[in-house]
C-alpha cells in the first residue's frame, strides 16, 4: 500500500541505504543561519506542508486494498462492516500519533531525525527489537510481492475475459489459467528489478496516484450505477447469510473480512519517510498530525463509498475483487480501463516496495563480505543507446531474479487473492501498525510502568494483537478451504 513512499524521497540526496550512516556528520555543528537552504541535519531545506504530506498519505494508502472492501462487508454485514472500518481507522490514527512523535530520537523540536521506519526502531528501541522488525517487513513485503502478481494477473485476464464474453455475447464463459499472465507479470518486473533506484523516478508516484485513483473511482461509479439499476441496496444487516455458506466457512470468512480490512489500512511503515519531507517550524510532529486527521478522514469515507456501493449493488454475491469479479460486465471498455490502470500500478508498486529491501539486504551482504567478488565486483556493459554503461553486479543480477520468481512461483501454487491480502493484512498490521509504535512512544515518552496510560497502551497492543491473531488463522484456513477445490498450478477462472 505505501506505494509512493519510496518514491517521496526523492528531494533528499541519499540513497536507499540510509539504514547506516556516519555517525559523525549527525553530531556535527548546525549549519549556521547564513545558509538558509539547508535543514539541521545538513540536508536540503525540507519543503513539504500539511497539504502534500495529506497527498502522500491518500496516495499510499488507497491502492488494491480497495477491491477486497465490496466481500469484506459482505462477509460482516450493514452493521459490523462499516463499525469494524471505523474501528480500523481510529486505531490507525492513534498509532501515526504516536509515530509521529517518533520522527525525532529525545526532544520533539531539536533531536535526531530518523529517515525511515526502520530508523526509528533502531534509534529508539535498539538493535534486537530492530533485526526482528525487518524480518517482519521483509516478510510483508515478500507477501505483498505476491499479492500483487496474483492481482495483476487476474486484471490482464480480466481485460482478456470481458472482450471474449464481448465477442461471444454472454454465452462463452471464457475459461482461462492465469498462470501466463503471472509470467508475464514476472518477467516485465524482472526487467525492471534490475534498474537500480527505480523507485525514485520522480514520475512514479504520480503515476501510482492517478491509475490508483482511476480504478477505485471507476469501481465506486460501477457500484453506483449498479445499485441504481437494481432500485434496491442488496445486502442483510449480519452479512452472507448461512444458506450460502457453512457455519464454519462463516466465522473463518468473518475473520478473514477483518484481515482485508487491515491490508487497506497498513500504511504505517510510510509516515515517517513522508514526515521527513515535512517542512519546520512548525514541529514537523504537529504538520504530521493534521495530515494523518485529514487524510484518514478522506480515505475512510472512501473506503466505506467503495465498499458499501459494492456489497450494496452484489449482496451476498459480492466479488472477491470488484472490478474482476464480474459482477459489471458492461460497459466492457470501461471495466477494461480500471483493469489496465490496476496493472500499471501494480508494476511501480512492486518495484516501490521491492527496491528499498533489494538495496538493504545487498548493501548488508556487501558489508559481510568486502573482499568476494561476487557480491561487490561491479562489471561495466554497454548498452547501445545509453550515453552510461550499465553496471552490472553478478549477486544483485542473481539475487533480484531469485526474488522475482520465487514470488511469482508462490502466487502461481496459491492465486487466492483475498486469503492472500487477509494474511499480509494480519501479519503487517499488529506489529507495525501497533506494537512498534506503542513500544516506541513509551520509551520515546518515558510513560511509566503501570500507569493508567501504560496500561491503556498495553491493552489497545493486546487487542489489536487478537485481531491479528485471528485474521491471520481465517486467512490460513481460507488457503486449506481453496487448496481443496483448486489443484495447485492449475487454477482457471
Request: hydrophobic share 45%; glycine share 8%; net charge positive.
Amino acid at each position: 500500500m505505501g506505494e509512493t513512499a519510496a518514491a517521496n524521497r526523492h528531494h533528499h540526496t541519499h540513497h536507499h541505504g540510509h539504514q547506516v550512516f556516519d555517525v559523525a556528520s549527525n553530531d556535527a555543528v548546525p549549519p549556521q543561519p547564513a545558509f538558509k537552504c539547508f535543514d539541521d541535519d545538513g540536508r536540503l531545506k525540507r519543503t513539504g506542508t500539511v497539504w502534500t504530506a495529506s497527498a502522500h498519505i491518500i496516495t499510499a494508502v488507497i491502492g488494491s486494498g480497495v477491491l477486497s472492501l465490496a466481500w469484506a462487508i459482505a462477509q460482516l454485514g450493514w452493521i459490523a462492516g462499516p463499525a469494524v472500518m471505523l474501528l480500523f481507522s481510529f486505531v490507525t490514527l492513534y498509532s501515526s500519533t504516536l509515530l509521529s512523535d517518533c520522527y525525532r530520537t529525545g526532544d520533539a523540536v531539536s533531536g535526531k531525525r530518523n529517515y525511515t521506519y526502520m530508523d526509528a526502531v533502531r534509534s529508539i528501541l535498539g538493535g534486537f527489537k530492530f533485526k526482528i522488525c525487518g524480518l517482519i517487513q521483509y516478510l510483508n513485503l515478500f507477501g505483498i510481492a505476491i499479492g500483487y502478481t496474483i492481482a495483476a494477473s487476474i486484471s490482464m485476464m480480466a481485460i482478456k475475459r470481458s472482450n471474449c464474453f464481448h465477442k461471444s455475447g454472454g454465452k462463452d464463459p471464457c475459461h482461462m489459467s492465469s498462470n501466463p499472465y503471472m509470467i508475464i507479470f514476472g518477467v516485465t518486473e524482472i526487467l525492471f528489478s534490475q534498474i537500480p533506484d527505480f523507485d525514485q523516478i520522480w514520475w512514479i508516484s504520480i503515476v501510482a496516484a492517478v491509475m490508483s485513483f482511476t480504478y477505485s473511482a471507476i469501481g465506486l461509479a460501477l457500484g453506483i450505477v449498479q445499485v441504481a439499476a437494481n432500485g434496491v441496496f442488496k445486502g442483510s444487516l449480519t452479512g452472507i447469510s448461512i444458506g450460502t455458506v457453512t457455519q464454519t466457512q462463516k466465522i473463518w470468512r468473518t475473520f478473514q473480512a477483518l484481515g482485508d480490512i487491515a491490508f487497506a489500512y497498513s500504511y504505517s511503515a510510510v509516515l515517517i519517510e513522508i514526515q521527513d519531507t515535512v517542512r519546520s517550524p512548525p514541529a514537523e510532529s504537529k504538520t504530521m498530525k493534521k495530515a494523518t486527521k485529514i487524510s484518514i478522514a478522506v480515505t475512510t469515507m472512501f473506503y466505506m463509498l467503495c465498499g458499501s456501493m459494492g456489497y450494496a449493488a452484489f449482496g451476498d454475491a459480492a466479488p472477491g475483487n470488484l472490478l474482476t469479479g464480474f459482477g459489471f460486465y458492461n460497459p466492457f471498455w470501461l471495466l477494461d480501463i480500471a483493469n489496465a490502470a490496476i496493472v500499471i500500478h501494480l508494476i511501480g508498486a512492486y518495484q516501490v516496495f521491492a527496491q528499498p529491501i533489494f538495496a538493504f539486504i545487498e548493501k548488508s551482504v556487501a558489508e559481510r563480505y568486502p573482499d568476494n567478488d561476487f557480491f561487490t565486483k561491479e562489471f561495466e556493459i554497454k548498452i547501445p543507446g545509453l550515453k552510461s554503461p550499465y553496471k552490472a553486479n553478478v549477486f544483485r543480477i542473481v539475487y533480484r531474479c531469485g526474488f522475482v520468481v520465487s514470488t511469482t512461483v508462490i502466487s502461481m501454487l496459491m492465486p487466492f487473492f483475498n486469503d492472500v491480502v487477509g494474511i499480509l493484512g494480519a501479519l503487517g498490521f499488529w506489529p507495525l501498525t501497533v506494537y512498534f509504535p506503542v513500544e516506541m512512544y513509551i520509551k520515546q515518552r518515558k510513560v511509566e510502568k503501570w500507569s493508567t496510560r501504560w496500561v491503556c497502551l498495553q491493552m489497545l497492543s493486546v487487542a489489536c494483537l487478537l485481531i491479528s491473531v485471528v485474521a491471520g488463522v481465517g486467512s490460513i484456513a481460507g488457503v486449506m478451504l481453496d487448496l481443496k477445490v483448486y489443484k495447485p498450478f492449475k487454477s482457471t477462472y
